[in-house]
C-alpha cells in the first residue's frame, strides 16, 4: 500500500520484531515485549536516517504499523495456546464470531444507507451495518455456550468486545486506505484486495478477544 505512494517501509525490520514477539509469547517472556517494541521503533528510525529514506517520518510509520498491525494479530495466538482454559473452544468461537458478523455487515449494511457509519472513511459502512455485526457476532457466541462454559451474560460480554474491536479494526484499515487513496492493500485475490482486507478485522479483535477471556476466565475461577 505504501510503496504506491512512493513510501519504502523496511522489508525486514516488521518480520524480525514479529518473529521476536512470536517467541516471547509463546515461551510466556511477557515482560521482553513491550522494550522489543520500543526497539523496533526507534530502530525503524534510525535505519530510515541511516539510509536517507525520504520521507523519513513516513517512512518510519510505515515500518511501525506493519509490525503493529502484526503484533495485535499475533494475540491469536495467545489465545489458542496462553488461556488457562477452553483454549481451542474460545479460538474457534472467536473466529467463526468475527467471520459471521463481518459478513452480516457487508450484506444487512448496503440495505438501508441512509444513515452511514463513516461516511470520510468508509461510505459503504452503514449503523444498520455495525448493528448487524454485533448481533451475529453475539449471536453465534451464544450458539456456543456449552463448549464455552460461559454464563449467558459474559459469553454476550465477549461478544460485544469482539464486535466492537472487529469494526474498529476495519475502519482503522480503511482509514489507511483512503488516506493513500487506494481501494485495497494488494491485488493478490483480485476484485477482493489482499490479505490485509481479508484480516482487518482480526487485527484488534485479537486482543480484545483474548484480554475479555481472561478478565471471564478470572471471575469464574
Not at 460485544?160 to 482509514?175: K, P, R, Y
Not at 484488534?204 to 469464574?220: K, T
Request: overall charge positive.
Amino acid at each position: 500500500m505504501f510503496v504506491q505512494k512512493q513510501i519504502y517501509p523496511h522489508k525486514f525490520i516488521p518480520e524480525i520484531i514479529s518473529f521476536i514477539c512470536t517467541y516471547c509469547f509463546i515461551y510466556n517472556k511477557h515482560s521482553f515485549v513491550m522494550p522489543v517494541l520500543v526497539f523496533g521503533i526507534f530502530l525503524s528510525f534510525f535505519i530510515t536516517v541511516v539510509t536517507n529514506k525520504k520521507p523519513y517520518l513516513l517512512t518510519t510509520f510505515s515500518t511501525i504499523t506493519a509490525f503493529m498491525l502484526t503484533f495485535c494479530t499475533l494475540y491469536i495466538i495467545k489465545i489458542a495456546y496462553l488461556l488457562p482454559e477452553n483454549n481451542v473452544e474460545i479460538l474457534l468461537v472467536y473466529i467463526f464470531a468475527v467471520m459471521a458478523g463481518d459478513f452480516s455487515a457487508s450484506q444487512i449494511g448496503p440495505m438501508y444507507k441512509i444513515v452511514r457509519l463513516a461516511p470520510d472513511i468508509s461510505p459503504n459502512k452503514t449503523v444498520l451495518g455495525s448493528i448487524a455485526n454485533l448481533f451475529f457476532t453475539c449471536l453465534i457466541s451464544c450458539l456456543f455456550i456449552p463448549l464455552l462454559k460461559f454464563k449467558l451474560w459474559q459469553v454476550l460480554l465477549f461478544g460485544i468486545c469482539v464486535s466492537f474491536a472487529a469494526q474498529i479494526g476495519d475502519l482503522s484499515i480503511s482509514a489507511i486506505k483512503r488516506d493513500l487513496n487506494i481501494r485495497h492493500s494488494s491485488t493478490l485475490f483480485c476484485s477482493y484486495g489482499g490479505i490485509l482486507d481479508r484480516v482487518d478485522a482480526f487485527i484488534f479483535s485479537a486482543p480484545a478477544a483474548y484480554y475479555c477471556a481472561i478478565f471471564i476466565s478470572e471471575l469464574n475461577y
